[in-house]
């Protein structure tokens, strides 16, 4: 079995794929009615230009890049997305519109992540069905970040393939997970019919 915290298709893997992260943002710690507190000093929205120009991408094999950087550096990252590899991963709170703007087809990257920082709402399973069912995505649709246990399950209805365990947890614990429930009763992404419509066949 490899030593690996990826999940692909039910199978535990290794990861073929480097994850490019974006440089800090500069942030200067203010002390306010005894809170601390984090704001940032040119007032842009993150990520910043500055971030997006100072991600370091390494010149060969398979990147898995941030949204904005693909967005920013698109033309000199053809020939790589030709050769398949170019992936893509974006955080709960960021959009694909300007993606869909000049990317008609999302088959074009043979991954796609998304990014859960701390898992506080459902967006991430909004996202995945999103994906899937509007933009028609065939490929691999990866869960990373604060991707906790109870969720894997949950997560593959909305159409994620692919789960990369965070460090210290049981990635073998994890894969049971994914089958919880055997006969899920409502439909969504991975079986789309209702039980009641199964069963009457």
Do not use: C
């Amino acid at each position: 079995m490899p030593n690996s915290q990826l999940i692909l298709n039910q199978t535990i893997v290794d990861d073929e794929w480097a994850f490019i992260t974006l440089p800090s943002a500069n942030e200067e710690v203010k002390k306010q009615a005894g809170k601390v507190v984090l704001f940032k000093i040119t007032g842009e929205s993150l990520p910043t230009d500055t971030q997006i120009s100072q991600t370091i991408i390494p010149e060969n094999g398979k990147i898995i890049l941030p949204l904005s950087v693909y967005l920013s550096k698109r033309d000199t990252l053809k020939s790589r997305l030709n050769k398949r590899e170019i992936a893509l991963w974006l955080a709960t709170h960021e959009t694909l519109d300007a993606l869909i703007a000049i990317e008609k087809d999302l088959n074009i990257f043979p991954l796609i992540a998304v990014f859960v920082e701390r898992f506080q709402d459902g967006r991430i399973f909004s996202l995945g069905n999103l994906i899937r069912t509007r933009y028609q995505f065939k490929n691999i649709l990866r869960a990373i970040g604060d991707v906790l246990q109870d969720q894997l399950f949950y997560l593959k209805r909305s159409g994620f393939n692919s789960y990369l365990i965070k460090e210290g947890k049981n990635a073998e614990e994890a894969l049971k997970a994914l089958n919880a429930f055997s006969n899920p009763y409502q439909g969504a992404v991975d079986i789309t019919e209702p039980i009641w419509k199964r069963n009457i066949r």
